[in-house]
C-alpha cells in the first residue's frame, strides 16, 4: 500500500532560523513520483516540487532544497533563512506512475510557523 | 502558467439546497481533473477523478449522487453538492493536470463550503 508520512505535525522557528520538514513514504512501485505543496493560510495549495523516482540529486531552489533517498524511502524538504513569509502548512505527496490517472497520496501535512 | 480557478471562493446556503461549484484551468487544458475534500487542519482526501468527457470515478465511500461531478471541457469541471446538510460544510479544493500518468496537479484556490 501507499503512504506518506510527516511525523512533524507543527515546528515553531524563529525567522533566519533553517527548517527541515521531514517526509517518508511507503510504495512498492519502482517508478513513482514525489510533491511538496505549500498551503499557506489562503488555502490554495501551491505546488513546490516534483520529483521521480529515478532522480534522486538534490535540488536547490533559492531558499528551498530538497533531499531524496530512496535508500531510506525519504524525501526531506529544508528551508534556509526562514521568513514569515514561510509560514503555512506544508505537504508531501506521492503518485505512482503507469497507473490512469495520477492519483496523489498527500501526508498529513506539517504546520510551520515561523516568528519574526 | 498553471493556473486554475475556482468559483465560488466562499459559499453560505440553507439545508437541502444545491450548491455548484466551478473548477477550471486557465492557461492549459486538463485532461484530468480531481476533486478534493479539507476538512480544518486535516490533510487532502480525494473525492473523485474526472476525465474531459467521460464519468467520474469516485473514491470509496464517497456518494456519486451526493456529489456529481461534470468535465465537459478541457478547461472546466463541476461538482454540485445535492440537498446540501450541515456535515457536508467543508474546504473543497479541486486540481487540474495536462494528462493521466503522473503529470503535476495544479490545485485551485478552494471553495469554503457553509451549510447552515
Known amino acids: 500500500a501507499q503512504k506518506v508520512t510527516q511525523a512533524q505535525t507543527e515546528i515553531s522557528v524563529v525567522e533566519k532560523e533553517d527548517v527541515t520538514l521531514d517526509c517518508v513514504y511507503e510504495t512498492r512501485d519502482t517508478t513513482y513520483y514525489l510533491f511538496w505543496y505549500k498551503q499557506p493560510p489562503s488555502g490554495e495549495l501551491v505546488f513546490l516540487i516534483r520529483?521521480?523516482?529515478?532522480?534522486?540529486q538534490n535540488e536547490i531552489s533559492g531558499r528551498y532544497s530538497w533531499n531524496f533517498q530512496k535508500s531510506t524511502s525519504s524525501f526531506n524538504f529544508t528551508i534556509t533563512a526562514s521568513q514569515v513569509v514561510d509560514s503555512a502548512v506544508y505537504f508531501c505527496a506521492l503518485s505512482e506512475a503507469g497507473g490512469a490517472t495520477n492519483k496523489l497520496i498527500f501526508g498529513t501535512g506539517t504546520l510551520l510557523a515561523v516568528q519574526p | 502558467g498553471a493556473v486554475v480557478s475556482q468559483h465560488p471562493s466562499r459559499v453560505i446556503c440553507k439545508s437541502g439546497t444545491s450548491v455548484k461549484i466551478e473548477c477550471r484551468s486557465l492557461d492549459f487544458q486538463a485532461t484530468t481533473m480531481f476533486w478534493y475534500r479539507q476538512f480544518p487542519k486535516q490533510s487532502l482526501m480525494l473525492m473523485a477523478t474526472s476525465n474531459e468527457g467521460s464519468k467520474a470515478t469516485y473514491e470509496q465511500g464517497v456518494e456519486k449522487d451526493k456529489f456529481l461531478i461534470n468535465h465537459a471541457s478541457l478547461t472546466l469541471s463541476t461538482l454540485t453538492v445535492t440537498s446540501a446538510h450541515p456535515e457536508d460544510s467543508s474546504f473543497y479544493i479541486c486540481s487540474a493536470s495536462v494528462s493521466g500518468g503522473a503529470d503535476t496537479q495544479y490545485f485551485g484556490p478552494g471553495t469554503r463550503l457553509t451549510v447552515l
Open positions: 520529483r521521480n523516482s529515478f532522480d534522486e
